[in-house]
């Protein structure tokens, strides 16, 4: 069985968590990305943040293709 790991704040044990989107970055690192905040369902405390994959994904083709067409014109 896997382990569960428990809320700092309410010590309920994590079992699922509620993900919520929000924007990471800062003005020293550039853009900002998108990402979600994993949050326990009991009480809300934040767990842990990340960036979100596919938009993350979604963002790296948009560069690329407007770098290719950008050099094929």
Same mark, same amino acid.
């Given at each position: 069985? !896997?382990?569960?790991?428990?809320? /700092?704040?309410? #010590? %309920?044990? @994590? !079992?699922r968590c509620d993900l919520d #989107? !929000? *924007? @990471?970055?800062?003005?020293?690192?550039? /853009? $900002? $990305?998108?990402? =979600?905040?994993?949050?326990? /369902?009991?009480?809300?405390? =934040?767990?842990g943040v990340s960036v979100d994959?596919?938009?993350? @994904?979604? %963002? *790296? =083709? %948009? #560069? @690329?293709?407007?770098?290719i067409q950008g050099r094929t014109?």
């Amino acid at each position: 069985m !896997i382990g569960h790991g428990k809320c /700092p704040k309410c #010590q %309920d044990t @994590v !079992i699922r968590c509620d993900l919520d #989107q !929000i *924007i @990471v970055g800062n003005k020293g690192i550039g /853009p $900002f $990305f998108h990402g =979600v905040s994993m949050c326990c /369902p009991r009480c809300g405390t =934040v767990l842990g943040v990340s960036v979100d994959p596919s938009s993350l @994904v979604a %963002d *790296i =083709v %948009d #560069q @690329v293709a407007k770098r290719i067409q950008g050099r094929t014109r």
